[in-house]
């Protein structure tokens, strides 16, 4: 079974004929498949036209459609989510609702998906948008490169192909679809690639703004923290602990030197300077005082990270129709 995800916010022109074209792409392979439409809270008629493909009987030989109603718009991490939490099948492939990722390139991802790979990622290669989209995603894809150690060019296509087992179980947070390739491969999992279609949008509004490039900045730093301390977060504060109560015992060292040795010998120093006077002294115990509290901020890190948080609670599914 194949099971294609597809996360829908106010695409109400939009989803009659992406349905149709998936359709007829996976009528042709004679394997049995099921589209999952996760409608986001959208406000438009994006749900009433999915409804009405069961109404109307569309449904195509070997496939059926499933509609997830989310109870109100979470984004599009979330949305995803919800639909890897009903899947049934072993093989899953994701693409955005706005018709740009092209439904023709599924097969491509189906057979590239052999036993050298768990995950491919399509590449939008000759991409169909503004230079205000391409610019910032071409920077974040390097970034994600290199502090990721991943070849992926594009980590912000959607259209992609999983084994089941890879996705099972995945933790994201806010704007985290886009590096679910990184994530997988931190976890062993082997990332393909290969080229695909983008076509430029004709119908509905981008949901794409500066606030969302922001966002996905953002998450990107965080990942590469995650991935080199969310094991062991505690290791993270105790090694700047060490660097504080180190600052902390050479200013008390030098507040010393100054006390006992440089007044005797230097004419800058015809005063002797009380030790507990010194600014050195009051700044090496502040020093130490935050070195202190960073061990401890690193012992509750260790002892949250073992309650994690299940992203299960990041969405509510309101109705499903199939």
Avoid at 165 to 175: N, R, S, V, Y
């Amino acid at each position: 079974m194949i099971s294609i995800v597809i996360p829908v916010y106010n695409e109400e022109d939009n989803v009659l004929p992406l349905y149709h074209s998936i359709s007829n792409t996976m009528s042709k392979r004679n394997h049995p498949y099921e589209i999952i439409f996760v409608d986001d809270g959208s406000l438009d008629k994006t749900l009433l036209n999915l409804k009405s493909i069961l109404s109307n009987g569309y449904e195509k030989n070997n496939g059926t459609l499933r509609i997830l109603e989310l109870q109100r718009n979470y984004g599009q991490t979330p949305a995803l989510l919800a639909g890897f939490a009903k899947v049934t099948g072993d093989i899953i492939v994701t693409l955005d609702g706005d018709l740009q990722n092209d439904p023709k390139d599924i097969p491509k991802l189906l057979d590239a998906l052999t036993n050298e790979y768990d995950v491919i990622c399509g590449w939008r290669k000759n991409r169909q948008d503004n230079s205000l989209k391409k610019i910032p995603s071409k920077f974040n894809n390097f970034l994600n490169r290199r502090f990721n150690n991943l070849s992926v060019h594009d980590s912000g296509c959607t259209l992609r192909s999983y084994r089941r087992e890879a996705i099972d179980g995945l933790q994201l947070f806010a704007e985290g679809h886009r590096y679910i390739p990184a994530i997988l491969s931190k976890k062993g999992y082997r990332i393909g690639e290969i080229e695909t279609n983008h076509k430029p949008r004709t119908m509905g509004k981008t949901k794409y703004c500066f606030r969302r490039l922001f966002r996905g900045f953002n998450d990107l730093l965080t990942l590469r923290a995650m991935n080199k301390w969310g094991t062991k977060p505690g290791h993270l504060f105790n090694l700047w602990a060490v660097v504080f109560i180190s600052l902390s015992f050479l200013s008390g060292i030098w507040a010393l030197f100054e006390q006992v040795l440089f007044y005797r010998f230097w004419k800058y120093y015809l005063e002797p300077v009380t030790f507990l006077s010194n600014p050195l002294v009051t700044m090496g115990l502040i020093l130490f005082l935050f070195g202190i509290l960073l061990i401890f901020i690193g012992f509750l890190a260790e002892l949250f990270y073992r309650k994690t948080t299940d992203t299960k609670n990041s969405f509510s599914i309101k109705k499903e129709w199939n």
